[in-house]
C-alpha cells in the first residue's frame, strides 16, 4: 500500500508544478462556465416552463462542472501510457514489483487530482458571489455536503477505472486512436457534459441513466444542487456503485489476461 | 500567381505525406466528425425540448452553426501553423523560412495544412443543406452570396485571432493557452446567433473581436428578422480586423530575436 502512496505522492507533486497551464485553464472556464450560463438563460427566457431543473441547480452544476473538469473530462488520456504499451516500454514497468493496473490507476487518480486542486477554488469562490440565480448555491445541510462529497470520489474512481479499461485495450489492438476517439466522445455525451441529463426527451434519458456514464459527473453535482434527493439519491449512489465494481473488475480481468500471453519484442 | 502555384504544390506535398497513413488518417476524420456531432446532439436536444430560442428556429440555429463551423474548420485548416506557431519558432525553423526568399508569412502557412479537419467540415456541410432546405428563408440570389460572404467574413476573423496568437508568440516565445477561449470559444458558443448571449456579450464580439459581424448581423438580415440591408455588408467589414493582425506580424517580425539555438 505505501509504494502505491508515494507514486501517488510523485505524480501529485509533479502535477502541481505547471502552474500556468493551470491559470490559462481557469481564464478558460470562467469563460466557458458565463456562456453556458447566458446560453441556458436564453433557453430559460424561451419557456421556462420546459425547464427541467430549477436554475439555481443549473447554475450550481454547470459552475462544478467547470470547477472540476479536471476529475470527470473522459478526453484526457496520458498518451504515455499508450506509448509504453506501442513500443513495449511497459517492460520496465512489468519488471517493477507492483501492479500494473493499481500503479496506473494510483497515476490517473493522482494526475487528475492535481489538476482540479489548482483550479477549482478559485472558480468556486467567484461563482460563490455571483448574484442568483446565476452563482453557486449552497446546500444548507450538512448531510448533503457528506453525500455528495462520496458521490463525486465514486465518480472520479468510476471515470479512471474506464480510462484503465481503455488503456488495457491498448494491449489487445495495439493502435489505440480508434477506440480511443469513439470511446471518448460517446462518454462524453452520455456522462453530462455536453448538455445536463436531465435536458434529455424523457424517454432517451430512461436510458442512458441506466447506463454507466451518467454515474460519473452526473450524479455528485446534481445532489449538490439539490436536484436528485429522496429515494433517488440512494439509487444513484448505488447505481455509482455497481458500476465502479463492474469497471475495475473488467479493467482488471483484462490486464490479467493480457499480461498472461503479452510478448514484449527485444531490441 | 506564382505564389497560387507554389501553394498548390505544399498542398499536394501535405496531402500526400498524410496518405502515408491512411488508416491513421481516417481515423481522426472520423474522431474529428463524432467530437463535433456530439455539439450538434447537445443542440437537437435542446431545440427539440424549447422548439425556438429568442425567436430563432431550430432550421435557423442549424444554418448558423453551420456557418460558424464551416468558417471555423476552413480557417484551422490554412492557418493550423499559426496555431502553433511557438513550436515554428521554438525548433527554430522560423528561422530558416526567414532566409528564403519569399513572404515569411507565406512560407509559414505553407509550412502545414491540417486536412483531418475535414471531418468536422463534412458536418458542417451537412447542417448548412438541411439548414437552406428546411429554413423558412425565402432563397434569392443576394441571400445566397450573403452566406458564402458570411463564411468568407468567418474564414478572415478566425485567420485575424491566429494570426495575432502567432504574433504574441514572438515576444512571449511559447503558446498562450488561455486565447483558445477566442478561437475554441467562438465554435463553441457560435453555434448559436451570438445576440441570445445578451447585451454585453454581443457587444464585445462586435466591437472587441468582430465575431457578431459575420455571423449575427447578418444571420438577422437574412432570416428575415431585421429589414436593415447594410447589416449584410458587415461581413465585408468584419475582413477589416485582419489589417490590425498584420501590422501586430509586421511589428513582431521587426522586433523578433531568434531563440538562439
Not at chain 1, 476517439?181 to 462518454?187: G, M, N
Not at chain 1, 441506466?210 to 439519491?233: C, E, H, K, Y
Not at chain 2, 508569412?105 to 447542417?127: E, H, N, P, Y
Not at chain 2, 491566429?162 to 516565445?173: K, N, S
Request: hydrophobic share 50%; proline share 4%; charged share 15%.
Amino acid at each position: 500500500m505505501k509504494k502505491y502512496w508515494s507514486f501517488f505522492r510523485i505524480r501529485f507533486i509533479r502535477g502541481l508544478q505547471y502552474r500556468t497551464a493551470a491559470l490559462s485553464g481557469m481564464v478558460t472556464q470562467f469563460v466557458w462556465g458565463s456562456m453556458e450560463i447566458l446560453l441556458f438563460r436564453a433557453f430559460y427566457q424561451a419557456a421556462p416552463e420546459n425547464f427541467p431543473m430549477t436554475f439555481e441547480a443549473l447554475s450550481t452544476y454547470v459552475w462544478l462542472q467547470q470547477a472540476f473538469l479536471a476529475l470527470y473530462m473522459v478526453w484526457f488520456w496520458e498518451s504515455e501510457l499508450f506509448n509504453s504499451v506501442a513500443t513495449g516500454d511497459v517492460a520496465y514497468e512489468l519488471c517493477r514489483p507492483v501492479r500494473l493496473y493499481d500503479m496506473w490507476f494510483v497515476r490517473g487518480l493522482a494526475v487528475r487530482l492535481s489538476k482540479a486542486v489548482l483550479r477549482c477554488m478559485p472558480i468556486l469562490v467567484f461563482s460563490w458571489f455571483l448574484p442568483a440565480p446565476y452563482g453557486l448555491t449552497l446546500p444548507g445541510d450538512v448531510k448533503i455536503w457528506a453525500i455528495t462529497i462520496l458521490s463525486m470520489t465514486l465518480g472520479l474512481l468510476l471515470i479512471v477505472a474506464f480510462n484503465m479499461i481503455v488503456y488495457m485495450s491498448v494491449f489487445y489492438t495495439v493502435s489505440p486512436q480508434g477506440i480511443k476517439l469513439f470511446v471518448t466522445s460517446l462518454a462524453e455525451f452520455l456522462s453530462g457534459s455536453v448538455i445536463p441529463l436531465p435536458f434529455l426527451p424523457n424517454h432517451v434519458r430512461a436510458i442512458v441513466e441506466l447506463l454507466p456514464f451518467a454515474s460519473a459527473q452526473n450524479v455528485p453535482f446534481r445532489i449538490f444542487a439539490g436536484d436528485i434527493t429522496g429515494p433517488d439519491l440512494t439509487i444513484s449512489i448505488l447505481k455509482q456503485t455497481f458500476w465502479l465494481f463492474a469497471f475495475v473488475l473488467i479493467g482488471r480481468f483484462l490486464e490479467k489476461r493480457a499480461l498472461k500471453r503479452v510478448v514484449i519484442q527485444g531490441g | 500567381m506564382n505564389s497560387i502555384r507554389l501553394y498548390v504544390i505544399f498542398f499536394l506535398m501535405h496531402l500526400k505525406s498524410m496518405m502515408q497513413h491512411k488508416v491513421s488518417f481516417f481515423m481522426t476524420l472520423i474522431g474529428q466528425f463524432l467530437i463535433s456531432f456530439n455539439v450538434f446532439l447537445g443542440v437537437y436536444f435542446m431545440m427539440t425540448r424549447f422548439n425556438q430560442v429568442k425567436g430563432f428556429s431550430y432550421s435557423e440555429v442549424l444554418l448558423c452553426f453551420s456557418i460558424t463551423l464551416m468558417a471555423f474548420t476552413l480557417a484551422e485548416t490554412v492557418f493550423r501553423s499559426l496555431d502553433t506557431f511557438e513550436t515554428i519558432i521554438g525548433n527554430g525553423e522560423f528561422d530558416r523560412i526567414l532566409l528564403r526568399p519569399k513572404n515569411s508569412l507565406f512560407l509559414v502557412l505553407c509550412s502545414k495544412v491540417d486536412l483531418t479537419r475535414f471531418g468536422r467540415l463534412i458536418q458542417a456541410v451537412v447542417m448548412l443543406v438541411y439548414g437552406i432546405c428546411y429554413s423558412s428563408i425565402k432563397w434569392t440570389p443576394l441571400r445566397c452570396i450573403l452566406v458564402v460572404l458570411m463564411i468568407l467574413g468567418g474564414v478572415c476573423v478566425f485567420g485575424a485571432i491566429y494570426l495575432i496568437f502567432a504574433c504574441l508568440c514572438f515576444f512571449t516565445l511559447e503558446g498562450l493557452e488561455f486565447m483558445n477561449v477566442f478561437t475554441d470559444g467562438a465554435r463553441e458558443y457560435g453555434k448559436y446567433p451570438i445576440g441570445i448571449y445578451g447585451k454585453t456579450v454581443l457587444f464585445i464580439c462586435t466591437y472587441l473581436v468582430p465575431f457578431a459581424l459575420f455571423q449575427y448581423y447578418p444571420f438577422l438580415y437574412l432570416t428575415g428578422k431585421s429589414d436593415n440591408s447594410w447589416y449584410s455588408l458587415l461581413p465585408l467589414f468584419s475582413v477589416l480586423f485582419l489589417i490590425p493582425a498584420f501590422l501586430l506580424w509586421k511589428f513582431g517580425l521587426k522586433h523578433y530575436q531568434s531563440t538562439g539555438s
